[in-house]
């Protein structure tokens, strides 16, 4: 694919991220796929799987809740695997249920293990040990984050730019309440990414777009964006789709194209402004 000159730097050999999409351990849980793609982007699906490994089974999650929307983004991950292949883009994912433990909130926050999510009780995590917390956060939340993080400098120091997105999706009905927005884009005080997305979803007049909805980086659902954006200066923006819209192959196809023009068409503007960032840094 075409990048703007200059940024097109490969990985040293030695530092490409393993990919572990075809690894066939099922203990495997930090899963990276394309880890040595040069493109600009890299993607995050935080929400991805509503996979119980092994050594979770004993906790007794209900197969009943590991269906519902509680237990992953539907969806998600075929549009955010689709993009990696579009944009040439590494993508990380936990191949593990949020119900286990959330990639993508805070150590301290109440929702990184739920006992109750929209009103449905998830019993497997009531009376849970500090012990027990300690090690899902040492075997899953923390080796996710170290792997985004590795990736993230390895392509500063090999001179490639990058700009972080996380593809989630939301229930079209939560809490008895219908939500109108097909798409929404979450953001903080750097809009850089999320304008050009908003700007370009909105072009057509047939989606209502949320503007920091069906979320906001409030409900502390932009951690792991900002957590690394924020660390390395990177654009960002967190992508929630509305999983109606992408419940079978044909719908993440047409989201999968739709953002990858409106992504690419912006980049050139984007990592302009990095750049220029990265030297000021420098003569400092
Ligand atoms: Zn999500």
């Not at 050139?268 to 402004?273: D, I, R, S």
Request: aromatic residues 6%.
């Amino acid at each position: 694919m075409a990048l703007p000159s200059g940024l097109a730097t490969s990985f040293p050999a030695e530092s490409v991220p393993a990919d572990t999409a075809a690894a066939s351990d099922p203990d495997t849980l930090i899963m990276v796929e394309n880890g040595a793609g040069a493109g600009p982007f890299v993607l995050l699906c935080d929400h991805a799987s509503n996979r119980v490994a092994d050594a979770y089974q004993p906790f007794g999650f209900a197969a009943d809740r590991l269906g519902l929307h509680i237990a992953w983004d539907p969806g998600a991950l075929g549009v955010a695997r689709l993009l990696s292949g579009r944009l040439d883009a590494p993508l990380f994912w936990p191949d593990i249920s949020r119900l286990v433990i959330d990639c993508n909130r805070p150590l301290d926050a109440a929702s990184l293990i739920v006992v109750e999510s929209e009103g449905r009780a998830v019993p497997a995590n009531v009376g849970l040990s500090g012990t027990e917390r300690a090690r899902r956060i040492e075997r899953v939340h923390a080796p996710y984050h170290d792997a985004i993080d590795a990736c993230l400098t390895q392509r500063h120091a090999s001179g490639l730019a990058t700009i972080l997105i996380a593809i989630h999706s939301f229930t079209p009905v939560y809490l008895g309440k219908a939500r109108p927005w097909h798409v929404g884009i979450v953001f903080d005080e750097d809009a850089r990414m999320a304008n050009a997305l908003i700007k370009g979803l909105a072009a057509d007049p047939g989606f209502m777009v949320g503007v920091n909805e069906p979320y906001s980086p409030a409900d502390l659902v932009y951690y792991s964006v900002s957590r690394h954006a924020r660390t390395h200066r990177l654009p960002a923006a967190m992508i929630e789709i509305r999983n109606n819209e992408i419940g079978d192959e044909a719908g993440q196809k047409i989201w999968a194209d739709r953002l990858a023009e409106i992504l690419l068409a912006a980049t050139p503007g984007l990592l302009g402004a990095q750049q220029a960032v990265v030297r000021s840094l420098q003569v400092e």
